[in-house]
């Protein structure tokens, strides 16, 4: 892994730019946030292990967090189209 962290780097749909990263609304006060902070205090055991196959941290943590948006993504519109068939 290069030490090096980029000034701005975008990955899918979050952003690190000026020192912080974003993403979509929803999914950080939802869960991303939450998962930032335990990569953030170590705590997130296969992030740990992975991290070093990256070419930077940010890359890194950017990469981690939209992986773990396309699942939340992808849950909260199978719910979502679960309740419409129900109501049917």
Known sequence: M?????????????????????GPKQYMEEQGS??????????????NATCHLSPDIITAILVWLQTDFAGWLGRKQLIDSLRTVSMN
């Open 2 to 22: 290069n030490g090096a962290i980029p000034v701005k780097k975008t990955v899918g749909r979050f952003t690190f730019e000026n020192g912080s990263i974003s």
């Open 34 to 47: 939450a998962l930032l902070a335990r990569i953030e205090t170590g705590q997130e055991p296969n992030f």
